[in-house]
Every structure is written in structure tokens, then in C-alpha cells.
């Protein structure tokens, strides 16, 4: 049972995040921020700009390409 919880107001709630030690806590996390937005088939748009804002405030070397996926450089 995951007894914390980190309040999720926007993007800037996942700065800083050290990838290297990222907990479970903050794994769930981040997937509740992402299954909240509203991302029907072929509309995925929203998704894909909070992708890019969270590796941008992480310095995470990410790319949209032309058919609108994310490419994480690790």
C-alpha cells in the first residue's frame, strides 16, 4: 500500500526528480499525472507536450518526430 502521496497541481510538481533513485511512490505518480489527460485515439497531443515539459524540467534529451512520437535519448 502506497502510503504517500506528492500533490500533483502541474508539471513543475515532477522537477528535479532523480532519475537515477526514482521510487515506486514516484512512479505512480507520474503515471496518475499522464492517465488523467484526456488522450483519445489519434489526439494524443497533450500527452505527448506533458512528455516533452516533464524531460525538459528533468534534462532528459526528448524529440517529437513527425508522426507525433516522443523520443527519449537516454
Same mark, same amino acid.
Given at each position: #500500500?502506497?502510503?504517500?502521496?506528492? &500533490?500533483?497541481?502541474?508539471? =513543475?510538481?515532477? #522537477?528535479?526528480?532523480?532519475?537515477?533513485?526514482?521510487? =515506486?511512490?514516484?512512479?505512480?505518480?507520474?503515471? +496518475?499525472?499522464?492517465? !488523467?489527460?484526456?488522450?483519445?485515439?489519434? &489526439? +494524443?497531443?497533450?500527452?505527448?507536450?506533458?512528455?516533452?515539459?516533464?524531460?525538459?524540467?528533468?534534462?532528459?534529451?526528448?524529440?517529437?518526430?513527425?508522426?507525433?512520437?516522443? !523520443?527519449? &535519448?537516454?
Amino acid at each position: #500500500m502506497i502510503k504517500y502521496k506528492r &500533490k500533483i497541481n502541474n508539471i =513543475q510538481s515532477f #522537477m528535479g526528480l532523480n532519475l537515477n533513485k526514482i521510487s =515506486q511512490n514516484d512512479v505512480v505518480d507520474i503515471f +496518475e499525472a499522464l492517465v !488523467k489527460i484526456p488522450s483519445p485515439p489519434l &489526439k +494524443e497531443d497533450n500527452v505527448a507536450k506533458w512528455i516533452l515539459d516533464f524531460c525538459k524540467l528533468n534534462r532528459i534529451n526528448a524529440t517529437l518526430d513527425n508522426y507525433k512520437n516522443v !523520443k527519449i &535519448k537516454l
